[in-house]
């Protein structure tokens, strides 16, 4: 094997590897040729190359500093064969100088060839020891997979049956929880103070009436069904899950029941009333923002102002200035958080500017409705953004 690789080995020399001189008046038959060993970091030297045709071509030009290295010192030693050859003095006994191994030495041309041979084996020989110390590992592993296999043999067929089959229930149990969380976030969740059309907006949404009014709830009112105004359509529609919370102040903390997996929330504010019940809007809704359920999640909010029908009811950008004017005092003087459900890493705003809604964590909008009337369509383009039919 090594005589049918030792021509292409040595055919394999790697140019401009070696520091080289031309001859000297007082070494006429002699050139000076230094090798760097691959194997020594210690040793690094700059090679020469000559300016002009290259190596072993022509005599009597300069000879300049190159900073390549070779990576087999076989073929650097080969270089030296076919650079010193060319030589118009070199004969077949010149001797030549090198560097092998780290120390210098000299020798003939023909002992450069044996020396050439004598690398190749002891790569050989390199490869061969290497192959020894892996064929340990080699019959571990082979020994390895002999058993598995002798132990799948051995294993009763309806143990593997029993195997398969718990597979495939794990498969289906995952599939039903995902599929059960995706369920519950088609949860649009109603909430606001006490009066500001919740409830009436509820059953828009769910009959496409009014009822001619409701009282305040003391209980949510809750359910599954695809919206009013999609009955009609062809095709199939999701069902939206909708919560309307009440909106005493004691009955609020129901609301960290469906926060959590809430696809998004609806904010109703009475438009009429805004004014005197400014602060404890702005109150409700700060809570709401900073609570760490909706802060963490990103939970979409939609500010909808209803009662817009009435004359006397302010705008959705005059509302929605004055919210941000409001919450921009509560965050400074803290009074909104003693009873919030958040931490105080949980903060609304960039500290040391002005409020405004646009710098919520979570995305939030203001839109205006009115549930007596039946028009809603805000409301229900911020259901379905949230909720895909």
Same mark, same amino acid.
């Given at each position: 094997?090594l005589?049918?690789?030792?021509?292409?080995?040595l055919s394999?020399?790697?140019?401009?590897?070696l520091?080289?001189?031309?001859p000297?008046? /007082?070494?006429?038959?002699?050139s000076?040729?230094k090798?760097?060993?691959?194997t020594?970091?210690?040793?690094?030297?700059?090679?020469?190359?000559?300016?002009?045709?290259?190596?072993?071509?022509?005599?009597g030009?300069?000879w300049?500093?190159?900073?390549?290295?070779s990576?087999s010192?076989?073929?650097?030693?080969?270089k030296i064969?076919l650079?010193v050859?060319p030589?118009k003095?070199?004969?077949?006994n010149?001797?030549?100088?090198?560097?092998?191994?780290?120390?210098?030495a000299?020798?003939?041309?023909s002992?450069?060839?044996?020396?050439v041979?004598?690398?190749?084996v002891?790569d050989?020989?390199?490869?061969e020891?290497?192959?020894a110390q892996?064929?340990?590992?080699?019959r571990?592993?082979?020994?390895?997979?002999?058993?598995v296999?002798?132990?799948?043999?051995?294993i009763p067929?309806?143990?593997?049956?029993?195997?398969?089959?718990?597979?495939?229930?794990?498969?289906?149990?995952?599939y039903?929880?995902r599929?059960?969380? /995706?369920?519950i976030s088609?949860?649009i969740?109603?909430t606001g103070?006490?009066?500001?059309g919740?409830t009436?907006?509820?059953?828009?949404?769910?009959?496409?009436s009014?009822?001619q009014?409701?009282?305040?709830?003391?209980?949510?009112?809750e359910?599954?069904f695809v919206?009013?105004s999609?009955?009609?359509k062809?095709?199939?529609?999701?069902?939206?899950?909708?919560?309307?919370?009440p909106?005493h102040?004691r009955?609020?903390?129901k609301?960290?029941?469906?926060?959590?997996?809430?696809?998004?929330?609806?904010?109703?504010?009475d438009a009429?009333?805004f004014?005197?019940n400014?602060?404890?809007?702005?109150?409700y809704?700060y809570?709401i923002?900073?609570k760490s359920?909706?802060?963490?999640?990103?939970?979409p909010l939609?500010?909808?102002?209803?009662?817009?029908?009435?004359?006397t009811?302010?705008?959705?950008?005059?509302i929605?200035?004055?919210l941000?004017?409001?919450?921009?005092?509560?965050?400074?003087?803290r009074k909104a958080?003693?009873?919030?459900d958040?931490?105080?890493?949980?903060?609304?705003g960039?500290?040391?500017?002005?409020?405004?809604?646009?710098?919520c964590v979570?995305?939030?909008?203001?839109?205006?409705?009115?549930a007596?009337t039946?028009?809603?369509?805000p409301l229900?383009?911020?259901i379905r953004?949230?909720?895909k039919?």
């Amino acid at each position: 094997m090594l005589r049918r690789k030792l021509p292409s080995l040595l055919s394999n020399s790697i140019r401009n590897a070696l520091v080289y001189t031309k001859p000297t008046s /007082h070494f006429p038959s002699q050139s000076l040729l230094k090798l760097n060993d691959p194997t020594d970091n210690k040793c690094a030297t700059k090679q020469l190359t000559r300016k002009g045709d290259g190596i072993g071509s022509g005599k009597g030009k300069d000879w300049a500093p190159s900073e390549k290295n070779s990576k087999s010192d076989i073929c650097l030693t080969i270089k030296i064969i076919l650079l010193v050859n060319p030589l118009k003095n070199a004969k077949k006994n010149a001797s030549v100088k090198i560097l092998g191994f780290g120390v210098w030495a000299e020798h003939s041309i023909s002992q450069l060839k044996f020396a050439v041979v004598r690398k190749v084996v002891m790569d050989v020989d390199r490869l061969e020891l290497v192959k020894a110390q892996l064929q340990p590992f080699l019959r571990q592993g082979e020994e390895y997979v002999r058993r598995v296999e002798e132990f799948a043999r051995e294993i009763p067929p309806i143990q593997i049956y029993i195997a398969v089959g718990a597979v495939f229930i794990t498969t289906f149990l995952i599939y039903l929880i995902r599929l059960f969380k /995706h369920t519950i976030s088609n949860t649009i969740v109603l909430t606001g103070l006490s009066g500001a059309g919740k409830t009436v907006l509820f059953y828009q949404l769910r009959d496409g009436s009014s009822h001619q009014g409701t009282v305040t709830s003391m209980e949510p009112n809750e359910g599954l069904f695809v919206l009013n105004s999609e009955t009609s359509k062809k095709g199939k529609v999701k069902a939206v899950h909708l919560v309307d919370v009440p909106g005493h102040s004691r009955l609020r903390p129901k609301l960290d029941e469906y926060v959590p997996r809430a696809a998004g929330l609806v904010f109703v504010v009475d438009a009429v009333e805004f004014l005197p019940n400014c602060r404890a809007v702005s109150e409700y809704l700060y809570d709401i923002l900073t609570k760490s359920s909706v802060v963490k999640r990103k939970i979409p909010l939609l500010i909808l102002c209803n009662k817009v029908d009435k004359v006397t009811a302010h705008t959705k950008e005059f509302i929605r200035k004055q919210l941000e004017k409001e919450i921009d005092k509560l965050r400074t003087s803290r009074k909104a958080v003693s009873d919030a459900d958040i931490s105080n890493e949980f903060t609304l705003g960039i500290p040391g500017e002005p409020f405004s809604f646009s710098q919520c964590v979570n995305k939030v909008t203001v839109a205006e409705a009115s549930a007596l009337t039946g028009e809603i369509q805000p409301l229900e383009l911020f259901i379905r953004e949230r909720v895909k039919p």
